[in-house]
């Protein structure tokens, strides 16, 4: 997405929906993307295929042994950017894009989707969930398990900001998960760096 990147963070920010100059340039943003990164040097012309040809569903262009590459970038490239909020709506939550983009994959897709599915589980990075002690928790990886992540407590049973974030292990009945929870129901701003460095102190993670 390097070719709008910098509009990206306009898009984020405005609370309209984007203009016709800004519809064009999400259209055409894969091209302009390859375009840069030759201009940077980049000479592998299966990248810049992949790149240029992620968003085009005419499965004619580009080169064909780069399809199923050009596939998995479109289905991730998709699902993360129904993760995301902007201003003028809010993102869906990491389940809600799971069951949408990936459960949600068809036709030539759907093994694509499978394999994604398989890797994210049930709970993908970035989802909340409330825990049977009454914590609300955030998954940072697949676990033993496609219903079993492993969570990272960020807010206590009242609500209140953890201040060490706490890894915990929904294999223990303690920590089972309960249900998903809404990240509009998260008021506090959750650091991806900390909960990864608790997750690491987790004595059996595997």
């Given at each position: ?85 902007r201003s003028s709506r809010p993102g869906l939550s990491a389940m809600g894009a799971a069951k949408k983009t990936v459960f949600g994959a068809t036709g030539e897709d759907g093994p694509i ?94």
């Amino acid at each position: 997405n390097i070719g709008m990147a910098a509009e990206q963070d306009v898009l984020a920010r405005q609370t309209v929906a984007p203009d016709t100059a800004q519809r064009e340039l999400i259209k055409t943003h894969a091209s302009r993307s390859a375009a840069i990164l030759k201009d940077f040097g980049v000479a592998n012309d299966d990248l810049l295929d992949i790149v240029s040809l992620h968003h085009d569903r005419d499965e004619t262009l580009g080169s064909p042994r780069n399809l199923a590459c050009r596939r998995i970038l479109r289905l991730a490239d998709e699902f993360v950017a129904t993760i995301a909020a902007r201003s003028s709506r809010p993102g869906l939550s990491a389940m809600g894009a799971a069951k949408k983009t990936v459960f949600g994959a068809t036709g030539e897709d759907g093994p694509i989707g499978e394999a994604l599915a398989a890797a994210l589980g049930f709970y993908p990075p970035g989802t909340y969930v409330r825990l049977a002690n009454g914590d609300v928790a955030v998954s940072v990886r697949r676990g033993t398990a496609a219903n079993l992540p492993w969570v990272v407590s960020v807010t206590n049973a009242d609500g209140l900001a953890l201040g060490t974030y706490l890894a915990r292990d929904p294999r223990d009945k303690a920590f089972a998960i309960v249900s998903p929870v809404s990240p509009d129901n998260v008021k506090h701003t959750i650091q991806a760096h900390r909960a990864i460095k608790a997750l690491q102190k987790l004595p059996n993670l595997s």
